[in-house]
C-alpha cells in the first residue's frame, strides 16, 4: 500500500524558512515522480513543485520560483520542499504527492498524502 | 483565478446521469492529456480519470472521461450518495511549464 507522509508544518513567521518532508513507503520509490500541491480554500489546488525520477529534472511554480528548492533522498525514500522567505500568501495545506510515472511534467498525480499545514503569520 | 474553468457547482438525483466540464486553452487542454481527481470532505484528493479517459484500478465504470479541441469533460452515470465530493481537473501547461487545475465542482447529491 503507498503511503505519503508529510511533517514539518506549522506556523512560521513571514520572511522565515520551513522544511517540509515527505516519508514514502509501498512502491520503488526511484522510479516515480514526486510533487507538492498545496491547497486553501480560496485559491484552491495549486501545483508548488516537481521532481523526476532521479532529481534530474524539477519545475516550480512561479509563485514560489527562487524561494523554494525540491529535492528527493532515495535513500531515506524521502521528499522534501526547502521554503524560504515565506509569505502569508504561501499559507496552506501542503501535500505529498506520487506521480504515475518518472516524468513530474507528464505524469498524473495517482496518490496524495494527507498533507501538513503550514501558516505564515507574524 | 484558476486556468482551467470548471462550474462551481452540479447537482443530479440518484441514478441520474452528470456531467461536469472543464475548459481551456490551447497550451493546456488543447495539447496534453487531462486527469481528474475527486475530494471528499476532509480527506486528500484521489486520481478518478487520467490521460483523458483511463480509470485506475478500482474506479467504477460509471465514471468515465473524454475530450475535445481545449475541454474536458467526466460523466458519472448511475449517480450515487456517495459521488458528492468536489471534482477537480488538471493538466500540464506548455507555456506555463506548470501543472494546472480547474477551480473544482462540487457535485451535490439531490
Known amino acids: 500500500e503507498v503511503q505519503l507522509v508529510e511533517s514539518g508544518g506549522g506556523l512560521v513567521q513571514p520572511g522565515r524558512s520551513l522544511r517540509l518532508s515527505c516519508a514514502a513507503s509501498g512502491f520503488t520509490f526511484d522510479d516515480y515522480a514526486l510533487h507538492w500541491v498545496r491547497q486553501t480554500p480560496g485559491k484552491g489546488l495549486e501545483w508548488v513543485s516537481g521532481?523526476?525520477?532521479?532529481?534530474?529534472?524539477?519545475g516550480y511554480a512561479d509563485s514560489v520560483e527562487g524561494r523554494f528548492t525540491i529535492s528527493r533522498d532515495s535513500a531515506k525514500n524521502s521528499l522534501y520542499l526547502h521554503m524560504n522567505s515565506l509569505r502569508p500568501e504561501d499559507t496552506a495545506l501542503y501535500y505529498c504527492v506520487k506521480g504515475r510515472n518518472w516524468n513530474y511534467a507528464i505524469d498524473p498525480f495517482d496518490y496524495w498524502g494527507q498533507g501538513t499545514l503550514v501558516t505564515v503569520s507574524s | 483565478q484558476s486556468v482551467l474553468t470548471q462550474a462551481p457547482s452540479a447537482s443530479g438525483t440518484p441514478g441520474q446521469r452528470v456531467t461536469i466540464s472543464c475548459s481551456g486553452g490551447s497550451s493546456n487542454i488543447g495539447t496534453n492529456t487531462v486527469d481528474w481527481y475527486h475530494q471528499s470532505p476532509g480527506t486528500a484528493p484521489k486520481l478518478l480519470i487520467y490521460t483523458d479517459n483511463q480509470r485506475p484500478s478500482g474506479v467504477p465504470d460509471r465514471f468515465s472521461g473524454s475530450k475535445s479541441a481545449s475541454s474536458a469533460s467526466l460523466a458519472i452515470s448511475g449517480l450515487q450518495s456517495e459521488d458528492e465530493a468536489v471534482y477537480f481537473c488538471a493538466t500540464w501547461d506548455d507555456s506555463l511549464k506548470t501543472w494546472v487545475f480547474g477551480g473544482g465542482t462540487k457535485l451535490t447529491v439531490l
Open positions: 521532481i523526476s525520477w532521479n532529481s534530474g529534472d524539477t
